[in-house]
């Protein structure tokens, strides 16, 4: 049963709007700023001074037929949305229940969102996708078809290219979750075609330099997101944490913390051609250090000044400062701000040639070696074995990386730089597998040869900081206290004070 709603903006013009029970709010609001003139994702439908909800349909948004709604002004950074994918069953291998969790601004696409989802594994192809299918129906060689990706929410199904270039804010999402259901279906159109179609949709839009980019990264079905593609989700949260204030006690902090980095970035490293370093599996460099003799931390033994954990007044206020910084409102950043950011980091990836990795075994041994950005999960593992007395037993390595703690798959392709996020000094874990046996577990892990050559590991001793010399008082503000309780030596006496009284 058809109906009517009437749209009024803020100059009282108005827009008839013909409705069905099945029809979404998001096509009502996208009706009437067509009709209005307006830019449909900068705005919002109220009725009765309270916000829609705009992926309701029409029976379940409560409107009465005739229902006056207002549309008014967003805000123009955009808001967080939680996205849930839901994945067929042919690729829910590798995902918790088949589904896949982040969070997106409310201003990406959803093809943006399937692209970057694909950028999280190697494996993954959602918007590249072929299936063969011959004109006559036989078997045999036939010509490839894009498949294309076809999006479920709450019922309602978007299976062109140009439905998937909708934002969530488009859709009527702008705050809180929402649930996609990946599907697929062979189009009537080659894969070459669809490629072409895809690149001239993204040339017309953001130009040729981005268009050929995203085209290219799509045949060769490399997982590498364009630099449209949203942030990741720890970005997002760092993106609503305020930044640190600045105080008088921070940059004092910083400046006294400078000639300390400065310095330690001049030591030479254990990896560096030198009497210390001797040749390990696949001619590689290595350090080896010897387990420690004692079960206590050589940390703990170190001696310590109790006033290093007074807090002072210098903490207090850095404190306050951080308390008012945490509770004043931060915009998100824009689609621009947010493309430079993400250029700056794969920048900052792309600068680190090598890292110093340091590897401890269970026994407390440790081997210090470096790799370069062409390493990848299967050199680390393979050094390892080569180290091992038993070669043939099982292990695992892991580190933690900015997410948390991270298993490197054995027989993983991925890069230790860019793919595993490794930067700097990382430090790797080894891990015995649930098969190992109790031997290999009760015995030194590494090689004889490899430990006749280790050397103690050296940890530099910190030196106890002196004490503050105590602030000698003075004696004239003590007597003037004193004084002024009525003594004889210094103030007014209190039958003085009463002379003046009537």
Request: charged letters at 25%.
């Amino acid at each position: 049963m058809a109906s009517t709603v009437v749209v009024i903006d803020a100059s009282a013009r108005r827009a008839t709007i013909r409705t069905t029970p099945a029809m979404i709010l998001s096509d009502v609001l996208q009706e009437a700023c067509n009709k209005l003139g307006a830019e449909a994702s900068g705005y919002g439908l109220k009725h009765k001074n309270k916000n829609l909800d705009l992926s309701n349909p029409i029976r379940l948004s409560g409107l009465s037929a005739g229902a006056k709604l207002e549309l008014v002004q967003l805000s123009r950074s955009p808001s967080v949305v939680s996205v849930a994918l839901q994945l067929p069953e042919s690729e829910s291998h590798g995902s918790s229940g088949g589904r896949l969790i982040e969070k997106y601004p409310s201003s990406t696409t959803l093809w943006l969102i399937l692209r970057n989802f694909e950028s999280m594994a190697p494996h993954r192809n959602y918007t590249a996708r072929a299936k063969t299918k011959t004109e006559t129906g036989d078997a045999g060689a036939g010509r490839l078809y894009h498949e294309a990706p076809v999006i479920n929410i709450m019922g309602r199904e978007l299976t062109s290219f140009t439905d998937l270039q909708k934002t969530l804010a488009q859709l009527g999402f702008n705050a809180g979750s929402v649930l996609l259901r990946l599907g697929f279906q062979v189009s009537d159109t080659p894969l070459e075609e669809a490629m072409e179609q895809i690149e001239r949709y993204f040339r017309s839009v953001s130009g040729d330099e981005k268009a050929g980019s995203h085209a290219t990264s799509m045949t060769t079905n490399e997982s590498v997101p364009d630099t449209t593609e949203p942030v990741l989700p720890e970005e997002v949260e760092e993106m609503q944490t305020p930044p640190e204030p600045r105080s008088p006690s921070n940059e004092e902090q910083q400046s006294t913390a400078t000639p300390s980095i400065q310095q330690e970035t001049k030591l030479p490293t254990d990896t560096e051609p030198g009497p210390s370093t001797i040749t390990g599996p696949g001619q590689r460099p290595i350090s080896v250090f010897k387990p420690p003799e004692s079960s206590t931390p050589q940390a703990a033994q170190q001696a310590f000044n109790e006033r290093d954990y007074e807090p002072t007044v210098a903490h207090a206020k850095l404190h306050q400062a951080r308390l008012q910084g945490s509770g004043r409102n931060k915009t998100l950043l824009s689609d621009k701000e947010l493309a430079e950011r993400e250029n700056a980091k794969a920048q900052r990836v792309a600068d680190i040639k090598e890292i110093a990795i340091r590897i401890r075994f269970p026994d407390q041994s440790m081997v210090n070696t470096s790799f370069t950005n062409l390493d990848t999960a299967r050199s680390l593992y393979d050094l390892a074995r080569g180290l091992m007395a038993a070669q043939d037993e099982p292990f695992l390595l892991s580190f933690r990386s900015v997410k948390g703690p991270r298993t490197i798959p054995p027989d993983g392709t991925e890069k230790l730089i860019s793919d595993l996020g490794m930067s700097g000094s990382t430090l790797v874990n080894f891990l015995w597998g649930e098969q190992a046996s109790l031997e290999a577990r009760t015995r030194p892990v590494m090689k004889e040869s490899m430990l006749a050559q280790a050397k103690e590991l050296e940890v530099p001793k910190i030196a106890e900081s002196e004490a503050p010399e105590p602030v000698p008082k003075d004696t004239a503000t003590e007597k003037r206290k004193e004084g002024g309780k009525g003594g004889s030596e210094g103030g007014v006496p209190k039958w003085f004070k009463g002379l003046g009284k009537k």
